[in-house]
């Protein structure tokens, strides 16, 4: 699995940026997909949303109504539209996904495949 972020960059407080993931090895039919953050200050990962092969969609509650993530199979893509962002968002967003053959398939905010991370970064 080989995982690849871009969209990221710096934007203002209550601007918007779209994230994309190009993920290849994964089967969009049976696979889940998701995005995760690196907060810089306390340093930490924090799980931020999840799409399963059946389009059910699950948000971290502090980006919920602010954050969509969204799929393109024929492009083998998904998507974290990110919207009204705030300087506490500033972070490097991860790309994920799992299989249920993995052994993480049962935890709902673990993946056992990360991508490289893009940086975004939230300030006036």
């Known amino acids: 699995v080989h995982l690849v972020e871009s969209g990221g960059g710096w934007v203002q407080p209550g601007g918007s940026l779209r994230l994309s993931c190009t993920a290849e090895g994964v089967t969009f039919s049976t696979d889940a997909l998701g995005w995760a953050r690196q907060d810089p200050n306390p340093k930490g990962f924090r799980w931020l949303s999840?799409?399963?092969?059946?389009?059910?969609?699950y948000y971290q509650d502090s980006v919920k109504g602010r954050f969509t993530i969204s799929r393109d199979i024929s492009k083998n893509t998904i998507y974290l539209q990110m919207n009204n962002l705030r300087p506490e968002d500033t972070a490097v967003y991860y790309c994920?996904?799992?299989?249920?053959?993995?052994?993480?398939?049962?935890?709902?905010?673990?993946?056992?495949?990360w991508g490289q991370g893009t940086q975004v970064t939230v300030s006036s």
């Open positions: 999840s799409i399963y092969s059946d389009g059910r969609t």
């Open positions: 994920l996904a799992k299989s249920p053959r993995g052994p993480r398939w049962s935890h709902p905010y673990e993946f056992e495949h």
